[in-house]
DNA sequence: GTGCTTGCAAATTCTTTGCAACTTT
DNA sequence: AAAGTTGCAAAGAATTTGCAAGCAC
């Protein structure tokens, strides 16, 4: 599988800063902060796009040679738990991983390299609980994602 | 597993019409209208909510006993190519099946019971490629679906 | 030291493929 | 009769579980 380069267009300083924060979370809910899972939330806080668990697996290998693929199903699991991280339903794998959203976010797709971005203030919460009424629904959520191409892939 | 009771909220007269264009559109396609097909058909079109490839299978198979589950498999892949039906993902199945939208339509999802209907009219595509634009996407597509209790679960 | 984690191997679950027999047109 | 379809069995892929050894705190 070919991976690309993957670079975050959050800056250093910002990455650094996510970074701690999820380390913190994990210590202060028990959990521990082992050198597996050191490389796994870096991996996943400098991705620049959703990745599937193989993926995160083959660029965490890079600084925990012997990393176990069973150990990153089980730190993503724990990651989803807390909220730290959010799995992202593409078309063609719906089982990728994404920094969460930090609220009403959502997200923007790239269709050909991935590269995604959050957005938000779409301000829809009204409109869609109308939608709902007039079908009976109470709405309590949803769930919205933009694809189209971004603009390094529309100049190649 | 229990399959709750499944009936669609579309009257039987719209449903019958939708079999004959979907029969119709596998016929003119050079696909063949065989028993296990119009039990597969049959059971999407009287469909309420999102079905996985399992659910399919165990309804269909009421009607044709010696069903293969591959059969099932197959089946879905033809109909999402032709359009007829649409892979939908949930939270919890992200492979279901759905008699497909008619234009521009988006899923509002019963969290409780699974029962889903199609609405349209949110017209927000040029808020969607607004949105983009501001972030350098060429935005060609979205991905919307709204949650929440229909009105039989809330008031149960 | 205690209790959470890890990696391995094995078990499950889900989906796809090969193929001979069988329908539909 | 020709061509698409089916079901079975087997293969592949993806994810989960059991468990003894290893670490973090």
Redesign the pocket.
Known sequence: MILKIIINKMNQENITKKLRNWEQT??TT????????KAILEVIAHASQPL???EVFDLAREK?P??????V???L??LTDLGLVSRVHGHNDC?TVFRAASSHQHLLICTNCGTSVYFDGLDAEERFDQIGRTHGYQVDGHWLQLYGLCADCRTE
Not at 66 to 71: A, E
């Open positions: 994990l210590t028990g959990s521990r902060l082992t050198a597996p899972r599937t668990p193989i925990v012997n990393l176990g693929l069973v150990t199903y089980r730190t699991d724990k089982q």
